[in-house]
């Protein structure tokens, strides 16, 4: 069993910035494969990004170049960085645990863009 705990959303006005930080448990933290995911009111959840554990990423079309997800394994987190924040990007924002066949999900955090 992996726990996950998400923080650092919040209101932010369009053009500002967040980091969002996903503190995972377990010590075999540096194999999984880390996910953010972000769901809006009234729409399916989508994959936003994604680190293997070798440090490879990738990216929604949508936030590329604006978001920018990293790892530090040492402290069993996983971030991300969301730059130019648009009133679109308002959504729950999920962390995701890929661990030898199973995933696991953190409780969500909020991120509201809007002025």
């Known amino acids: 069993q992996v726990q996950l705990v998400e923080s650092g959303g919040g209101l932010v006005q369009p053009g500002g910035s967040l980091r969002l930080s996903c503190s995972a448990s377990?010590?075999?933290?540096?194999?999984?494969?880390m996910d953010w995911y972000r769901q809006a009111p009234g729409k399916q959840r989508e994959l936003v990004a994604v680190i293997m554990s070798g440090g490879n990423t990738n990216y929604a079309d949508s936030v590329k170049g604006r978001f920018t997800i990293s790892r530090d394994n040492a402290k069993n987190t996983v971030y991300l960085e969301m730059n130019r924040l648009k009133p679109e990007d308002t959504a729950v924002y999920y962390c995701h645990a890929r661990v030898v066949g199973s995933g696991y999900w953190g409780q969500g955090t909020q991120v509201t863009v809007s002025s």
């Open positions: 377990g010590s075999m933290f540096s194999i999984y494969i």
